[in-house]
């Protein structure tokens, strides 16, 4: 497995390419992830990891009703993972993006993710047995009762 660890927004940017050159040519899949980077506190504990006793802090489906208090108004990173292979050949590399630039580094992305997409060849679909045109499709009848 190789980690290239946690890299700066610029230098993860610079990696892009790479990943996307290098999954081009052996037809596999580049995944992207990316959700809010909580820091870990061992000792005091975070407020974000118990929902249960601070449904204020869940950001779930399920706290969509609760009205969030003035008591989370931190601003959170956003870490950003980018990986293909699996397993022992499994490529990696992340970063973390703060809040205020996060509109400046998709605009990046978006531009750099674009240019890794050339080339892409389109997998061919499997026709379906169970449509309508299919070997198992059902005939209408039109049945007379008396």
Request: net charge positive; proline share 3%.
């Amino acid at each position: 497995m190789t980690n290239t660890s946690c890299l700066s927004p610029n230098d993860f940017l610079s990696r892009v390419p790479e990943f996307f050159k290098i999954a081009n040519e052996k037809h596999i899949t580049v995944r992207l992830t990316a959700k809010r980077l909580i820091e870990h506190d061992p000792v005091d504990g975070n407020l974000e990891f118990d929902a249960v006793n601070h449904p204020a802090y869940d950001v779930s489906r399920k706290s969509s009703e609760v009205l969030v208090s003035s008591s989370s108004d931190k601003e959170y990173q956003l870490l950003i993972r980018m990986s293909y292979g699996s397993h022992d050949k499994k490529a990696k590399c992340s970063t973390v993006v703060k809040a205020n630039e996060l509109d400046q580094f998709w605009q990046d992305y978006s531009s750099v993710f674009k240019g890794g997409m050339q080339n892409l060849i389109k997998k061919k679909k499997k026709k379906s047995k169970g449509g309508p045109n299919g070997k198992n499709a059902k005939k209408n009848k039109v049945v007379k009762r008396n």
